[in-house]
């Protein structure tokens, strides 16, 4: 189907197309819906493409890279503003009021307004690929590094790392926005309906008791996708803390329960193996869950093991 441009340029009611009518550009902006619907298509495109042939078999690394791109790019467009704003206090500081220093400020203010409508642009493509992706394919993307702020299609993602330095600036004394973390583990095997609907329940207990929590897990495959899945859904912040098997080797997913519990969570859920007993009658505890939950109860924090509904 054909879009006209006047379409693509038209302004809606959003965030996005305010600042892009506030830049003064002669030039148009493509409106919040025209970027949202660019990603869709991009990555409906790209499934279409693959779907029966032998890059089937390769589909979650072509698409969660297509994803990737966008986002890289927006932190790469943001570093820019960034520099244009660091520009902007150093000029405005030195300000001599001559011509040429208020040109030259009004020329970096122009650069960092630009910058962000234009980080904005790509995180609103960003976002509409990865939630296509998640229709088409059930899959969810996250950041593999660094902090994602949220739009209307999603939450916000924050990285282990940053959500403890920003308890540590609390504790000194700054303020801080975030509630309260409710840290999940779950096994890589329980990925099945029944743990699904445990999960959810779960997790929508800690919503209902907390309504302004944080979700903080390290986003291995099985039950803390679905997880990941229902904070999306629900609009919750999500805080990944990955298990870095290059730095830490074996060791790595234990390193990540020390992060999850340095967030001083106000509830640990753990799922220690698949709730279907069908799957498999002998099933072990998957560890680091297990670890998760012992280390809660040697630091005084409340944890709840997710168990099957009552027969």
Known sequence: MHTSAHSVFSKSDSAFDDLSASLGDQRPHPSEDALSQLGRALMTELLDVIADTALEDFQTTLAETLIGA????????ERDADRARDTMRSL??????????????????AKARAGDAATQAAELIRDAAAESYT??????????????????????????KAAIRA???????????????????GSPTADTAE?????????????????????????????????????????????????????????????????????????????????????????????????????AMETGLRHVSIRARAA
Request: hydrophobic share 40%; glycine share 8%.
């Open 195 to 295: 743990d699904a609907g445990r999960v959810f329940d779960a997790l929508n207990w800690a919503l209902k008791e907390w309504p302004d929590m944080a979700l903080a897990t390290t986003g291995a495959k099985g039950s803390e996708k679905l997880a990941i899945k229902w904070s999306k859904q629900k609009g919750v912040k999500l805080i990944l803390a990955r298990a870095d098997f290059d730095a830490h080797g074996k060791a790595a997913p234990f390193r990540a329960n020390d992060e999850l519990i340095a967030l001083e969570p106000t509830c640990c859920l753990t799922l220690v193996h698949s709730l279907d007993r069908s799957r498999s009658p002998d099933q072990r505890p998957f560890g680091p869950a297990l670890n998760l939950g012992q280390k």
């Open 135 to 160: 229709v088409a394919t059930g899959e969810v993307w996250t950041a593999w590094r660094g902090s994602r702020r949220g739009t209307h299609l999603t939450a916000a993602q924050m990285e282990a």
């Open 70 to 77: 966008f986002h890289s790019a927006a932190q790469r467009i």
């Open 167 to 185: 308890i540590k600036t609390r504790r000194a004394g700054d303020a801080d926005p975030g509630g309260p973390v409710i840290a999940f583990r």
């Open 92 to 109: 405005d500081r030195d300000f001599d009021g001559s011509e040429a220093a208020d040109t030259e400020l009004q020329e970096a203010t």
